[in-house]
Each structure stands twice: as structure tokens, then as C-alpha cells.
């Protein structure tokens, strides 16, 4: 998300940039917000999820009709071309997110935006983006 933002032309930074590795672990309220205020951003943007939802579908089965070619005996024929024209149903499951993402200013910590999206089964996290 940094780079997308900073290819767009604003100057962003990540919580792991600012603060090091351990991020915001074991720091106060007052440590992070000087330590923003002293930085060159104007403006925090948080990201977090807010829901997770597991969902199932069901995917009905299908029949595909194709002459084939022969001559078979019915028994024989049934049972060599049942495999290639139908195809049972089944269950997919997916995974639905909802992200939230806020953006205060730095100066005062007023909130200036605030945007939910949902994302529909992402594979990694860079789909989520």
C-alpha cells in the first residue's frame, strides 16, 4: 500500500519504518504521537480487519450430451461414457474479509476518512491490495 501510495505522489511510510520492528509493542500513547509529530507525515492512516466470514456454495453437477462413437453393448457403453458426460455437484468454501481503513492527521487526531471494503476470497495478501 506504501508504494501505491508513494507512486501516486504522496510521501507515506510503514508503522515498521517509523518504529522499528517491534512496531507500536510496549510503547505509550504519548511516545507514538510525538514520534509522528516530529516525523514528516501530516496524516495515519490504520488499516484493520473487521470481519471475517467463512462461506460455502454449492456448485450443482452437470451433464454434458456428446455422441460418441461405436458400438458398444449398453452396459459397456453406460459405464465408459458416464465418467465424461456428468460431473457430480460439490461444496467450494471461501473466505470474505472486510477491511476498515482510517486516516487521521497527525496534529490534532481528528479523523478525516474512514472507508470499508470487502475483499472476496484473496488467495495471499497481495491480492488483498
Given at each position: 500500500?506504501?508504494q501505491?501510495?508513494?507512486?501516486?505522489?504522496?510521501?507515506?511510510g510503514?508503522?515498521?519504518?517509523?518504529?522499528?520492528?517491534?512496531?507500536l509493542?510496549?510503547?505509550?500513547?504519548?511516545?507514538?504521537?510525538?514520534?509522528?509529530?516530529n516525523?514528516?507525515?501530516s496524516a495515519?492512516?490504520?488499516v484493520?480487519?473487521v470481519?471475517k466470514?467463512?462461506q460455502?456454495?454449492y456448485?450443482?453437477s452437470?451433464?454434458?450430451?456428446?455422441?460418441?462413437?461405436?458400438?458398444?453393448s449398453?452396459?459397456?457403453?453406460?459405464w465408459?461414457v458416464?465418467?465424461?458426460v456428468?460431473?457430480?455437484?460439490?461444496?467450494?468454501?471461501?473466505?470474505?474479509?472486510v477491511?476498515?481503513?482510517?486516516?487521521?492527521?497527525?496534529d490534532?487526531?481528528?479523523l478525516?476518512?474512514?472507508?470499508?471494503t470487502?475483499?472476496?476470497?484473496?488467495?495471499?495478501a497481495?491480492?488483498?491490495?
Open positions: 500500500m506504501t501505491a501510495l508513494n507512486s501516486e505522489g504522496v510521501n507515506a510503514t508503522a515498521t519504518s517509523i518504529f522499528g520492528p517491534k512496531r509493542k510496549g510503547l505509550k500513547e504519548d511516545d507514538i504521537v510525538k514520534k509522528l509529530q516525523s514528516d507525515y495515519v492512516m490504520s484493520s480487519l470481519k466470514e467463512r460455502r456454495n456448485v450443482p452437470t451433464y454434458y450430451a456428446y455422441p460418441y462413437p461405436g458400438n458398444h449398453f452396459y459397456r457403453r453406460y465408459y458416464y465418467d465424461r456428468y460431473t457430480p455437484g460439490y461444496y467450494t468454501a471461501s473466505t470474505n474479509w477491511l476498515e481503513a482510517d486516516i487521521y492527521t497527525i490534532e487526531d481528528e478525516i476518512y474512514s472507508s470499508q470487502r475483499s472476496y476470497d484473496p488467495d495471499n497481495k491480492h488483498l491490495l
